[in-house]
């Protein structure tokens, strides 16, 4: 695992990036003004499109963490304004759901961590409050005490109207398949809401530089390999059994786990193999974990519609990132409409309850 020091490099680079991606979403609105709402069709019939997978910063976390070890890591990013309107009408997204990412209070002690989570929340919310019609949002609570993120997420979901959860890859290095973790999974099931998993470059699984290269790859490799051992830790260690009413979305189309899973499947059935899981891994890819379609290609949409099923794929961006959109590679991808209408908006409509 990571020393605190390379925990910290990492999430700053994140922040970095933010800065990068929201700066040239800003720089495109000014050049382009306003633009037109595109209307995304399938079959000549207009359709709602939802994006689960989209980040913001509030501003006012910087106050709550100043003169501490996190304050460098909690100034600037992904604040949000009129830019992400317009970047949401130049792709036809009707509909966002918001998240804080990175996770970086993670190592904060319970009251600050109180403190982070309630900003974030609060800031969130009133943002999809003055822009009903275009945002929810997802709480990140502060899953290193976990009673507290089961509170933090039952208030978020029944006084802020928050939508469901997000949280990262791990705790610290930590598993979130372990027992402890248990409180936090149990009221995400009994609030029957959605908790969004997004990875943060590997840094519980990659030695120090072990992701160093051309094409960033603590993002490219690191963020799927991250978002694989989450899952098939859940799977593996049976906490999806525990909770099985648990709906899970992951990023960037679950990881390797979906072109990858026969290997999963066979796995347990190898001596020494003691796995937990009560039915086969592909079995849970079709009801209780859903996955983004950031495939970035009308092919691999169409395999991961095949591998998991099209009430399981869902749309997302990666926005303010400026990552390719892939609305029309689902659209353009070898699946019904049916499945198309379900992918950009219709399984979203149902699991954010819009």
Known sequence: MANRREFMKTVAGGVAGALVGRSALTEAAAQTGAVAKREVRVGGKRVKVVDVHAHAFILEV???????????????????????????????IDVQAIDINTFW?????????????QTHDEGLAKW???????????SSPALQFPDLAAEQLEYA???????????????NGEPLS????????????????????????????????????AGNLGNTIGNPLETTLFLTH??????????????????????????????TDVACAREGAKCQNKKKPHEYLQ?????DAMVFSPEAVRHLVAVMGPSQVVYGTDMPFLWPDTVDDILEASIS????????????????RL
Request: one cysteine or more; hydrophobic letters at 40%.
């Open 287 to 291: 009801d209780q974990i859903l996955a």
């Open 337 to 352: 409409d049916s499945d198309k209408e379900a992918v950009l908006g219709g399984n979203l409509v149902k699991l954010l």
């Open 157 to 171: 979901v029944k006084k802020l109207g928050m939508r469901g959860g997000a949280i990262g890859g791990h705790v």
């Open 62 to 92: 910087a106050d709550v963490v100043k003169g501490g070890p996190l304050e460098k890591v909690a100034r600037g990013g992904r604040a949000l304004g009129p830019d992400r309107i317009q970047e949401m009408d130049k792709r036809g």
């Open 234 to 263: 859940l799977i593996y260690d049976g906490t999806l059994d525990r909770f099985p009413g648990l709906k899970i979305c992951a990023a960037h189309a679950g990881g390797y786990l979906p072109s990858y899973l026969g290997r």
């Open 105 to 117: 209070w993670y190592p904060a002690d319970r009251d600050l961590a109180t403190k982070i989570v």
């Open 178 to 213: 372990m027992p402890k973790y248990d409180p936090f999974w149990a009221k995400a099931q009994e609030l029957g809401v959605v908790v969004f998993m997004h990875p943060n470059n590997s840094e519980n699984i990659a030695k120090p530089d072990g992701l160093k290269g």
């Open 128 to 138: 999809c409050a003055a822009h009903p019609d275009r945002f929810v949002a997802l």
